[in-house]
Each structure stands twice: as C-alpha cells, then as structure tokens.
C-alpha cells in the first residue's frame, strides 16, 4: 500500500484515524494496539509473506535487547555483537546474495543458480531502526523495551515503515506514552501530507517522464540527456522529500512528532553541506552509529579521510545490489575528502564565491545522481559522455516540454529553494493580522493541490516512490 494509492487515501487512512481518535486519551494502550495492528495491515497489503520477517526481526531484537542489561560488560558486547551481525546477514541475504552469485558466475565462469530472492520493502529501514535501538541499549542511552506492542510499533509505524525517515527510538520513546492529539497538530499534519503528495504526485511524478524517456533512449541528444538528468534530480528529490513530508504529516495526525529529513539539499554551497540537508535521518544514522564507531575525526586526519570514505561505500552500498551505488557513495566520499584538504568550509563563507560554490555542488550531485540512477557503471559513464558531446538533434528531447511539463518543472526548482522558509518568515513568523492570513493562505491551497492531486491519480498509472526499493 502506497500514500498516494487511493485505498490509502480514502479508505484505509480514514478507518485508522477515526478508530484512533474516538478513543479517549486514558486508553493510549489501546492506541497504541490500533496503530500497530494498523501497520501490520498496512505492511501485509503488499508484503502478504514477508510479514513474517519483520515480525521475527523485531521478537529477535526484543529478546536480545531485554538480555543485554545485568551482564558483565564481556556478555554485553557479544550479546549486542551478535544481534547486530545476525540483523545485518539477515538484510545481506536478502539484499545481496542474488547480486553477489551472479557476481561469482561472471567471475569464476560458473553457473550457481541465482536465487530469486525477492527483497522485502522497507527493509533497510527497519533494520536500521531496530540497529539503532540495541545499540543505543547496550550503550545505556535506552532502557530495554519490555513491552513488545511498544517496540513493535515504534519500528512498525506505517507512516515511516516503508521508506523513513530512520526514527531513533530515544526520539520516540516518551510519545509512545504521552502524545495527545489536538486540532491544530491534526490540522498541520493534514496541510504537511497534502504539500507531501503534491510534490509526489505533481512534480515528481511529471519529472519522471522526461527522465525516463532519457534514460531509456538508445542514443539521446546531448540536450536530452541534459535534460534526463536534470529532471531526475528533481523527480528523486521531490519523490522522496515528498513522502517525508507525507509521513512528518500522518504522524502529526496520531499526536506523534517525527524529526525532519530533508532541508532543501539544492541549496547547498558544498557537499558537506548538502548532507547535513539531504536524508538528514540516513546521515546521522551513519555519524552516529557508523562513523563515530570508527573514531571519527578524533585521530587525525588522514584517519578522518578514510574514515568518511568507508561511510560514503556503506551508505552507496546500503542503497543496493549494484556497483553504481557503491560509485555514487564513492564519488560523495572523494569530493567530501576534496573539500576537506582545501578547508572548503572556509572558502564558503565567502559571499562572492558562494554562487560559484553552489554550481559546482549541483554538478556534482547530479553527476552522481546520474550514477545512481544507472543500470551499470558503463551506461553511467556513456550517459555523462552523451551529456558532454553536445551533439545529435534537440527533436528528441522538444517533444516531451508541454506546457503542463514546463510549469510543473519550473515549480520544481522554485520549491527545491528555501521559498518556502521565506515567505513563512516574511508572513506567518512576523505575527499580527498578515500572520492569519498567511496561515489561512497556507490552509486554503490545500483544496485546490488535494484535487489536482486526485485528478492526476485517476488518469496515471501505478507509480511507486523510488525509495520503496531500497
């Protein structure tokens, strides 16, 4: 089941509230069962078998985490040695090994069946959360779960089950037992949901189209191919800030506040600067779990660099089974360490260089975009040459820019700016009268975006979020 799926939209996210909100505030136990059960259904509606998996990782990781306290510092750490090791082969099984045999039969010229292994959705998330929980566990930052509803929910959470944000359990641990619902926090999440689908549904899914078609064309125009990849970053960004917000929105609705994940990434004047805004929960999630682990930047420099490095090849490799993720990873680590010899920090402080600055940030993350949105590592390195050639037809590529494309893709860049954050700032922030009509404002253009949305639905087909897959 996806948000922008009108089973979700007006059958199944209507039940869940109203039997979530007729409940009053003293039952939030059976608050709590009604969501859980809700999210079971919800995970089922598409994973009927896989189900099953997730359910055995969080009784695992239950157990584990309620044996890990008590013992001596030995025992703890093997405990949560183990645990870890078993959540990650379990994720490497499903995500790795059909990549990993094909790999050995074109190595070793040999014909080892490739499992059709089938990944279950949403798995890298969830395994990450319930990583994040043991640790945290074994580090004393968390008190062992002892109810199993309570943690099963915190990693069954329909709204960011599927595709995240990645949700600490320190930073949902106390909503589980004290959140309320309110009209104004039910209002906001219905606003932020329906900003979410819109980004999906009219921009994202627009995007898509030329992106495709560029993609996919056997020997595009320099032009189209320019094209391609520019509408794709805007297709990935808006696809996946889009269900960020859809979830951030959903979880305002049942009382609960989830952290944001995205803080307009275009914008960025250096690649350390774009991850601090891009899959905010992701790259924590790594610092704090995976770079720190290592030492971090506490050993000098040269051990900082390789350091980074080996971050950025398992965030590349964590997205799939494919060598261009662990290339994209890559190009982000080299640049990051680029950027670190020349202290481009600094240099970014500067007014006059910032524009500058900012242009090559784009580049480079659309060239890497490009990368990750590959089939291989050859047709990545023919596209960007297509890119650069400045050669063949523009007819290619002219066809596909109707006026409903157009405007839909200059609205995509407009927004992929701090616009928002702006007019916020110049209305509802200052107070007084302007600051209710902005508010009204905001409130108002939901209708409009809400039908659009639904009109756009009806006549399009199936388009999952691309985050689904990994």
Not at 27 to 34: D, G, M, R, S, W
Not at 205 to 225: C, G, R
Not at 228 to 255: E, K, P, T, V
Not at 291 to 313: C, D
Request: glycine share 6%; with cysteine.
């Amino acid at each position: 089941m996806i948000f922008s799926s009108t089973v979700f939209l007006f059958l199944f996210l209507p039940a869940v509230w109203l039997l979530h909100a007729i409940l009053p505030q003293r039952f939030l136990t059976a608050k709590n069962f009604i969501l859980a059960v809700a999210s079971l259904i919800f995970y089922a509606y598409g994973e009927p078998v896989y189900i099953i998996v997730m359910l055995c990782s969080v009784f695992f990781n239950y157990v584990f985490a309620r044996t890990i306290p008590g013992r001596s510092e030995k025992m703890q750490n093997f405990l949560c040695a183990l645990c870890v090791v078993t959540d990650l082969l379990i994720l490497g099984f499903f995500k790795y090994v059909p990549w990993l045999v094909t790999l050995v039969n074109g190595t070793l010229s040999v014909d080892i069946p490739v499992p059709g292994i089938v990944i279950p959705v949403g798995i890298s998330f969830y395994t990450f959360q319930i990583l994040s929980y043991v640790v945290d566990v074994r580090r004393g930052k968390a008190e062992a779960q002892t109810n199993f509803l309570d943690l099963l929910l915190y990693i069954s959470f329909f709204p960011q089950l599927i595709a995240g944000p990645i949700v600490k359990y320190g930073d949902i641990k106390e909503q589980l037992h004290n959140r309320t619902m309110t009209a104004d926090k039910t209002a906001m999440g219905i606003r932020r949901f329906i900003y979410g689908l819109s980004k999906k549904v009219l921009i994202s899914n627009t995007a898509a189209v030329i992106a495709e078609a560029a993609f996919k064309a056997d020997e595009p125009s320099s032009l189209f191919a320019w094209a391609g990849a520019i509408c794709y970053c805007i297709q990935l960004y808006f696809d996946f800030s889009g269900y960020s917000d859809m979830a951030i929105g959903l979880a305002h609705m049942f009382g609960f506040s989830l952290l944001e994940n995205f803080n307009y990434p275009y914008s960025a004047v250096t690649i350390r600067d774009f991850w601090k805004r891009w899959h905010i929960s992701l790259t924590s999630w790594f610092r704090e779990y995976v770079y720190f682990s290592l030492g971090g930047n506490r050993a000098g420099k040269a051990r900082t660099i390789v350091n980074r490095l080996i971050v950025f090849f398992l965030t590349g490799l964590w997205h799939g089974a494919n060598f261009t993720y662990v290339l994209w990873g890559m190009w982000h680590g080299l640049l990051m360490m680029f950027e670190q010899l020349v202290d481009l920090d600094k240099w970014s402080k500067k007014a006059w260089l910032k524009p500058i600055l900012h242009i090559y940030t784009l580049m480079a993350v659309m060239l890497g975009f490009v990368v990750f949105n590959s089939p291989s590592v050859a047709f990545a390195f023919d596209y960007i040459g297509r890119m650069f050639s400045f050669a063949g037809s523009p007819a290619d590529a002219l066809g596909y820019f109707s006026p409903f494309m157009c405007m839909m893709l200059e609205l995509g860049v407009i927004f992929s700016l701090p616009v928002v954050p702006a007019l916020r700032r110049r209305t509802i922030d200052r107070g007084g009268r302007i600051a209710v009509v902005g508010e009204a404002v905001s409130y108002i253009c939901c209708v409009p975006l809400f039908a659009l949305c639904i009109m756009q639905l009806a006549s399009s087909s199936f388009n999952p979020f691309i985050y689904y897959i990994f």
